[in-house]
């Protein structure tokens, strides 16, 4: 489902995961970001410098939009002072659902790297296929599984959190 990795190409998105990881497990005390669920995402420019960071912020912002993709594309269209977001590459680190994959194909990113596959409601591959759907008029290249296991380590041990402290009466 992924297109293969090159020589240096791995290493590069395995760096660029690392980053997104931690945006993932970066909550400050006091923040209110301990109960939102950990996806982070990256925004690198066309030069492969970070424009932007996303982290997941529903809870935070009451809006059900702000998945960490979108707030780093919202991010980095406005450090960039435009929505074309040509040339650019967004890594992170859960498979983007429906929504984010729309965004991910309307802002023109030239490549989407994520993590974890999400069987449940990933449109990167896993349940739809929607930024590779050949009827769309832009197609970013996909890179999928990158460092999998951390990233679906990081989202099981935040649920298993937070079963153990419903089965206590938390």
């Not at 008029?137 to 679906?152: A, F, I, M, S, W």
């Amino acid at each position: 489902m992924s297109e293969p990795l090159g020589p240096g190409r791995r290493e590069r998105h395995e760096r660029w995961m690392r980053r997104a990881l931690s945006v993932a497990t970066d909550v400050g005390p006091g923040t209110g970001q301990d109960a939102e669920v950990p996806v982070g995402a990256v925004l690198l420019g066309p030069d492969g410098e970070e424009l932007a960071t996303g982290r997941n912020e529903r809870m935070l912002t009451t809006d059900p939009t702000a998945h960490a993709e979108i707030v780093a594309v919202r991010r980095g269209a406005a450090a960039l002072g435009t929505w074309r977001l040509d040339g650019c590459t967004l890594v992170v680190t859960l498979e983007p659902c429906p929504m984010c994959a729309g965004a991910i194909v309307l802002a023109r990113l030239a490549a989407v790297v994520f993590g974890a596959w999400e069987p449940k409601s990933g449109a990167v591959g896993s349940l739809w296929d929607l930024v590779r759907d050949r009827r769309q008029t832009h197609r970013p290249e996909v890179y999928g599984g990158v460092l999998g296991q951390e990233c679906g380590e990081v989202l099981r041990t935040f649920f298993a959190a937070r079963r153990a402290g419903r089965d206590s009466g938390d």
